[in-house]
């Protein structure tokens, strides 16, 4: 059973780059059958996708983002890793980790989402 664990700092400052990181259990980050996404969802909003990384390291990102955004992953960990810089209060959200399935990339298994505040 694949298991996705989010972790971070729950409160940050405007202006200040966030950092969330991904623990992937049951499972391999490296095979080529699945992308590894972050997403989020503001209160009283619906699902964003952020970002997306393949098992080449190509990496994908929401346009409305991309300046903002990295996604990053480390093999050994079986961890991948978002950072969103520049942060403002409207960045204040759920953040979720998932798998994407290849080719449709429909999201299977998500991570219990963590919340992240941004304020001063």
């Known amino acids: 059973q694949v298991q996705l664990q989010e972790s971070g700092p729950g409160l940050v400052k405007p202006s200040q780059t966030l950092s969330l990181t991904c623990t992937v259990s049951?499972?391999?980050?490296?095979?080529?059958?699945?992308?590894w996404s972050w997403i989020r969802q503001p209160p009283g909003k619906g699902l964003e996708w952020m970002a997306a990384i393949t098992s080449s390291d190509s990496t994908y990102y929401s346009p409305s983002l991309k300046s903002r955004t990295s996604i990053s992953r480390d093999t050994s960990k079986k961890q991948f890793t978002l950072q969103l810089s520049s942060l403002k209060t409207e960045d204040t959200a759920v953040y979720y980790c998932a798998r994407a399935v290849v080719p449709d990339l429909f999201h299977d298994y998500w991570g219990q989402g963590t919340q992240v505040t941004v304020s001063s």
């Open positions: 049951g499972g391999s980050i490296t095979t080529n059958d699945y992308y």
